[in-house]
């Protein structure tokens, strides 16, 4: 045999007698195909069978899913979402708890409608409501099958196999039975009561929006007019100087107000002013008119800015009289347009932040005016004096004057006025002004507040109640969203639950045919709500058309009512309001948790354990299930709320599409938002990368969810790159643990002889404890970075590197190769649980590849059970813990970096090539007396510490003469020893090693001849033979 072929033959023989990892765990995941074959595994089996998977009944977890709409394809922010959901859900199963999920979409409302008509470029008025409502439910069912198949394309736990209660939809006919219970309950309790009142109106929907649908938009554009208001009489004034001061003066004397909706002059009923501040009449200094003005005497310095305007000369005001805002009351202006009077009211809306000091009140159109006006007139109902010339397309209607009939408020009508204002000669000013402007949160286009006859919730009653719970029983996470929650719920007094919708459910109330009075009772709701439940017509094919609230519509009011009141069904018509979207999602609580096995505490209340959904939801979902369970059982629907931001582009802009689109618009430059509508930006769905769901999983896992979190391409990728390195260390372990049975070959800790294993079993244990305590808190980032730094620094960087001789070169079932593998097998049941609530298809595949080849490499798919279903957390043991082990450690690690640096600079110097080249020696006499009672035990030739540094030989000598070497590179160092201990300075010696390179593990030991032919002891040791050409012999002769 040549030589070469003698080389190869000899190195393979080598090989042979090695302990090489060999696993059929692949490097690369290939979600593509791979995810969706562990779908059935890690999603519908584990979920299914986890009641099966313990002989003792599990405590219940319950995390109650927020819905969300069902009206098109889902964005990066459902993602985020419905993920971090997931892996609370799946912790909580590992941890052993029983989870019950049900996920919801909320079916109901303007979105959906609005969408379903648009689709096919139809408009509400030309259609019935029959017809709006089976094209919205046909939509709504759509959407939802749509928006399942992505929810389980990215692993989230639940039951999908459609069975009743398996999902709840707020359009299922027992669902909107179900949110009657709430709605009677706050009938009977006096919460429900119909007023005529500003609401905000959105024109471009035709409807009604409560606080939670609107979106404020910074840069929207008004006109600001300062306009006059002419001394009329002193009307109902009791205050005979302040009538005597403003008789004087008669029509010459104008009130000035300023207002950013010159639209609502028209209805203008009143003049607010504040009862303690001081107002004063001005006029120009050295002016040829006698016209004066009625201000604040805090602004008079910036009302004189404005009729100094453009001119060149600035001018100055004469202050002629003062007078204080309470004498002011019931005093009558003239309405600069319309032949009416204004009377002044005192309120204490009224501030000197801007404008005059006096705010023009349209009782119609605005909230504290509205107040205002109540206050001046008590009479209880309706209040028909209240004027609100606009009607539902948010147009003039006739009762606002010449020539505004038909002119939209927002648009060309808001022109008019101005004009009309300007040829009677009452504007002093007019600009425009830049400021915070809601928006209807669908269509995107500017609402107004609009007087109309609406249904109401009396919210004052429960805040006191609320704010307590709040306090009390709740854990908000991050803590700083209680304050929001909180503010959020006391400055509403009163929620507009109504709306003029066809797709939704329906206000059960009657109207009388001659007086309008309402007819709403427990009776008429609870015998309606049994019709509900019931009520189910079938088309030709078998498919159900019309179900549910369809009957209100489909119905006689006679049929509608119970049976004590059909006699009178002559005498009522049945309402047209449906009830708000927030109501119904805010009643979920009550719908779906009896249905999940939820049993109620003592004092009979159902609380979830977690709500978790965007942080536009202290406004919306979160506040709307409060109020509902506050009226209905006296406590919060939740035990836990967390908060999410919103998902960010990676230059920080607000998105809501996929990877690769993931800006709105993105190449149109938008327009300036103003009185005029604006198109809303199109959606595109978010799409699974290449790269799997669990990647994009990892990086929800990585992030601080509790702010608003950048992704993109390039965030995205570094997270495939981390959990490429996990699967690869997944590999490492899988691979050495190829002969490895825990039954039979597993080291308790008490019988491992390395420090080094004992020391690991150390970290691993306080893993586990950060890792628990990180994902209990729901600090999702924490645990994954105190696993990633594990993974990194302990496991791959240190323990792997510090026992591959061990694991290769040692007998094969040696205590200290065992005892390593023990260790790997901890360290992989640790990272796979770990790993399993983010990416539970890795985690699922790494346990299905360990259980493979556990078992003979069986078929992957012949594999039992989940990762999901087995007993047990992380393994950890408080025997474990070991503190003076683990500080002895950490200097050691230090002295591993500093041997590091030197052998560097040794290959440097071209003196060695392998850090195995190397012998270590640390001088005791130039040392902390500390280091030889740390190193000595380590340090024989048969010890770990060689594994450790990576060298051939490591010894602790009284000086450097005992070192028998010409070649020396020498560093000084000091080794932290813990926060209550000074550093340890030690005294390092490097020299090439002594002896030859062990053909088998590359170790230089004096027993190996120069030519390489002789094994070194150990590798002697655990081949039974001491000659290479011997051992290659046999093991042609093993072959054979």
Known sequence: MAPAADAKALASAMRQTLNLPSTKFPMRANAVVREPQLHARCVSLAYESQAKSSDKPKPLFVLHDGPPFANGSLHMGHFLNKVLKDMINRYQMLRGREVRYVPGWDCHGLPIEHKALTQLQLQATGLSPAQVRALSRQLARKAVQEQQKDFERWGVLADWSGQPGSVYLTMSPSYEASQYDVLKKMVHDGLIFRGFKPVYWSPSSRTALAEAELEYQDDHVSHAAYVKFHFASTGSSKNDHAAAVLNKYGDKLSAVIWTTTPWTIPSNQALC?????????????????????????????????????????????????????????????????????????????????????????????????????????????????????????????????????????????????????????????????????????????????????????????????????????????????????EATLSSRHEWCISRQRAWGLPIPVFYHKVTGEPLITEASIEHLQNIVRSYRVEGENGEVEREGADCWWDLSVCELLPESLQDQADRYEKGTDTLDVWFDSGSSWHAVLPGVGLKENEEGQLRADVYLEGSDQH???????????????????????????????????????????????????????????????????????????????????????????????????KASDALRKVRNTARFLLGNLQDFDPSLHAVPHSEMKFALDRYMLHELNALAESVTASYDAFAFNRAQHALSHFISTDLSAFYMEATKDRLYCDATDSQTRRSAQTVLWLSLQALTRALAPVVPHTAEDIRLHWVSQLQGDIPLEEVPGSVFLEEGWMPSATEWQNDDLARDWTAIRQLRFEVNRVVEQMRQAGRVGSQLQCNVYVVASESDARIEPLLAPLASKTSELEDVLLCSGVEVVASESEIDSVEQFQATCQLAMGPNEPPMDVKLVLTPAKGHKCPRCWKYAPEVDAAETQLCLRCAQATDLRNVTDLAKKLLEDDA
Request: with cysteine; hydrophobic share 35%; aromatic share 6%.
């Open 619 to 717: 406004r919306g979902w979160f506040q709307s299930s409060l109020l509902t369970s506050l009226a209905m059982q006296g406590t919060a629907p939740y035990k836990n709320v967390i908060t999410h931001g919103f998902t960010l582009d990676e230059r920080g802009s607000k998105m809501s599409k996929s990877l690769a689109n993931p800006t709105a618009n993105s190449k149109k430059k938008s327009k300036k938002n103003s009185d005029k509508p604006q198109k809303a930006p199109k959606v595109k769905q978010v799409k699974v990368p290449a790269y799997g769901a669990d990647v994009l999983r990892f990086w929800v896992a990585t992030t601080d969810y509790t702010g608003d979190v950048s992704v993109g391409p390039a965030v995205v990728g």
């Open 273 to 485: 002013v504040n009862a303690d501040l001081d107002y004063v009449i001005v006029r120009p200094r050295d002016s040829d008119s006698d016209a004066c003005y009625l201000i604040a005497d805090a602004l008079k310095e910036n009302f004189a800015a404005i009729l100094t305007g453009n001119s060149e000369m600035e001018v100055e005001l004469e202050v002629l009289e003062t007078l204080n805002g309470a004498s002011l009351e019931g005093m009558h202006f003239t309405h600069p347009l319309i032949n009416r009077e204004a009377v002044v009211l005192v309120g204490e809306h009224v501030t000197t932040d801007a404008g005059t000091g006096l705010v023009h009140t349209a009782p119609g159109h605005g909230q504290e005016d509205y107040f205002a006006w109540m206050a001046h007139h008590s009479s209880p109902g309706e209040h028909p004096d209240i004027l609100c010339p606009v009607d539902a397309d948010g147009c003039f209607t006739a009762e606002a004057g010449d020539g505004l009939e038909g002119l939209s408020v927002l648009g060309d009508g808001n022109a008019a006025v101005i004009e009309k204002l300007q040829r009677s000669g009452n504007l002093l000013s007019i600009s425009e002004h830049h400021h915070r402007y809601p928006y209807d949160w669908r269509t995107k286009q500017p609402v107004i507040l609009r007087a109309t006859a609406q249904w109401f919730a009396r919210l004052d009653a429960l805040h006191a109640r609320g704010k307590r719970v709040l306090e009390e029983s709740v854990e908000m996470v991050p803590p700083s969203a209680r304050r929001r929650l």
